[in-house]
């Protein structure tokens, strides 16, 4: 792997986690998920033309690599709060975000912060290999929301950004995966 591949899809996730889309500004749900979907796309585009003007002198330069793993951190646990909002709020789905339900921000930061730390662990995981391990986020956050889960509107929400949560730590770490060789 040319090191310089990275450096776009670095790029965007940065800018992407610093100025994240607004989901009750002009983007919702889908067409959010939709234009991150052509900006990913463009940045490993981007990185494939940049990869063939430059030939590093030593292959697989460590920094190549640091900066892959970094760039998915950043993107997933940064970019991602903003793309598991816009799952939940898809119409076909039409969940309610819990800033709707409860006025406390602490909750919202705590959930924020959960997930962040899950995305993180799936994505640790999985560029570990050890994909059977990620089924025990489900069941220790399963565990610690217990209660809740009773309410049928939460345990959907709960499921559903649950779910898209992991997907989106396990897409991008078998893509880092695939890019680290």
Not at 17 to 23: E, N, V
Not at 49 to 56: A, D, G, K, Q, S
Not at 74 to 101: F, H, N, S
Not at 136 to 146: E, N, Q, V, Y
Request: glycine letters at 10%; charged letters at 20%.
């Amino acid at each position: 792997m040319n090191p310089l591949y990275v450096i776009p899809l670095f790029v965007y996730a940065l800018a992407a986690t610093l100025w994240p889309a607004q989901i009750d500004g002009h983007r919702r749900g889908r067409e959010l998920l939709f234009v991150e979907t052509l900006f990913v796309a463009a940045a490993l585009v981007g990185g494939s033309y940049l990869e063939r003007l430059v030939v590093p002198r030593a292959p697989g330069l460590w920094w190549g690599r640091a900066l892959l793993i970094a760039t998915a951190y950043l993107y997933v646990c940064g970019r991602g709060m903003v793309l598991i909002r816009a799952v939940l709020e898809l119409p076909p789905l039409q969940m309610r975000r819990d800033e709707d339900r409860t006025a406390g921000a602490v909750d919202i930061a705590r959930g924020r912060t959960v997930g962040a730390l899950e995305r993180a662990l799936a994505l640790t995981l999985v560029l570990l290999g050890q994909y059977a391990a990620v089924g025990w986020i489900i069941a220790a956050k399963s565990l610690a929301r217990f209660k809740a889960l009773e309410d049928r509107e939460f345990a959907e929400y709960f499921l559903i950004g649950t779910l898209a949560s992991l997907l989106l730590a396990l897409l991008a770490g078998i893509g880092t995966r695939l890019l680290l060789g």
